[in-house]
């Protein structure tokens, strides 16, 4: 490593790839006799894409997914050439790349299976046909189901097409008991036996994201497809915490003050001093702000892990920078803290950024922004071994 890598970041995102893979581990447990879909779209959530489908792969996802074309044909660029499901395109999309690289790909509509057929070269189209169950995102509602399965029929009988999969989305996965949840699957299940009934036998039915993997067994058919578990967040958040579910958060973002002053009682910090020093304090200036994807609803809040405690962001958070309080903390430039990690060294979690800034811990990982370097290391090498990949 040159001299010049090796100097301190300002700020570094570290992603444990054992973290992913022990997480792959546990959610193909929880979903025995499904195959396993890894859901790698917005980089990874943030933590990288191509690094953790491979992490995924190894620890046995059958299948790579991803929400757009250009994510699925990145995967493909980077040497993954296992099953790669994608599900968002727009009219005029270059769908003929993604069928002659094998991508599954979605219909949702008849003029979708126009367009994939129109598309074909000189492979057919593997289709999952997506019904709409409910949650009025993506997919026919069940009023125009058979119309895409008719579609769907008559371009498999071309050669065109093959359909592969039958789909849907749930909405309140994460509130397991929510009677939606139930509604959903029976309608997910009636639209398969229509599909029998136009005499599809598709290969696989996939319905359950992270929540649904994790708290609803009766989702699970032959395909799972979690997202935010497979990073070691929990689809509960505080309400069921990570740990609880055998899951291993595998970011932490970290950051080295850029300075520290002590200032008197009654000092005003950052645009608008919204927070003024109650007392003679010391102040950390971080070099993250919201174009780095730290919230800027957490201003007033947002929890850092310095010197052994946990403290808070005072003032707003900027665009590049913000405050921390700390206190009567001996503190110097250059020194490190965390803003949060997994949580088992007393730093707070992504779950705790989402409660300050009001959100999930979805949004908190993957708004994360490409000034901020990814750090891959593995764990399960030694944590003197740690290995960059
Ligand atoms: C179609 C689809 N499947 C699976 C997932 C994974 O969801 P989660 O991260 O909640 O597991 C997503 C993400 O929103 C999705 O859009």
Not at 24 to 42: C, D, F, H, I, P
Not at 235 to 244: D, K, N, T
Not at 355 to 381: H, K, W
Request: overall charge negative; aromatic content about 6%.
């Amino acid at each position: 490593m040159s001299t010049h890598q090796s100097r301190p970041v300002r700020a570094e995102a570290v992603v444990d790839l054992a973290a992913i893979r022990h997480n792959v581990t546990t959610l193909r447990a929880r979903a025995e006799g499904a195959q396993l879909m890894a859901v790698v779209k917005a980089d990874g959530y943030g933590h990288g894409m191509v690094p953790v489908a491979r992490a995924a792969r190894e620890a046995g996802a059958d299948w790579i997914g991803a929400a757009v074309l250009e994510e699925a044909l990145a995967l493909r660029e980077a040497g993954d050439t296992g099953p790669i499901f994608c599900w968002l395109t727009t009219p005029g999309e270059p769908l003929e790349d993604a069928i002659e690289a094998g991508i599954d790909l979605s219909a949702g509509a008849p003029w979708e299976i126009d367009e994939l057929a129109i598309a074909v070269q000189d492979r057919p189209a593997r289709v999952h046909l997506k019904i709409d169950t409910g949650m009025s995102r993506g997919g026919a509602v069940p009023e125009e189901w058979p119309a895409l399965i008719r579609a769907a029929v008559r371009e498999q009988a071309t050669g065109r097409i093959e359909i592969k999969g039958i789909w849907s989305h749930l909405a309140s996965s994460d509130e397991p008991k929510s009677t939606a949840n139930e509604s959903q699957l029976a309608t997910f299940t009636e639209a398969i036996e229509v599909a029998e009934s136009f005499g599809i036998d598709a290969e696989f039915k996939h319905l359950a994201n992270s929540g649904a993997t994790l708290a609803l067994p009766e989702t699970h058919f032959n395909l799972v497809r979690p997202g935010v578990a497979t990073y070691g967040l929990s689809p509960f958040g505080h309400a069921l915490p990570s740990a609880e579910l055998g899951l291993r958060p595998a970011m932490t973002l970290k950051a080295r003050l850029a300075m520290v002053k002590r200032v008197p009682a009654g000092a005003g910090v950052s645009y608008g001093l919204t927070w003024t020093a109650p007392r003679p304090s010391t102040l950390g200036l971080i070099p993250l702000g919201y174009g780095d994807g730290l919230p800027r609803h957490a201003s007033n809040g947002g929890p850092v892990q310095a010197y052994g405690a946990r403290r808070a962001i005072v003032g707003r958070i900027c665009m590049d920078q913000c405050v921390v309080d700390l206190e009567d903390d001996d503190a110097a430039a250059g020194d490190e803290v965390v803003l949060f990690g997994p949580g088992t060294a007393g730093e707070p979690t992504a779950d705790d950024w989402a409660d300050a800034a009001g959100t999930i811990n979805y949004e908190i990982v993957t708004r994360l922004g490409p000034r901020i370097p990814r750090r891959y290391v593995d764990s399960a090498l030694g944590s003197t071994a740690a290995a960059e990949r």
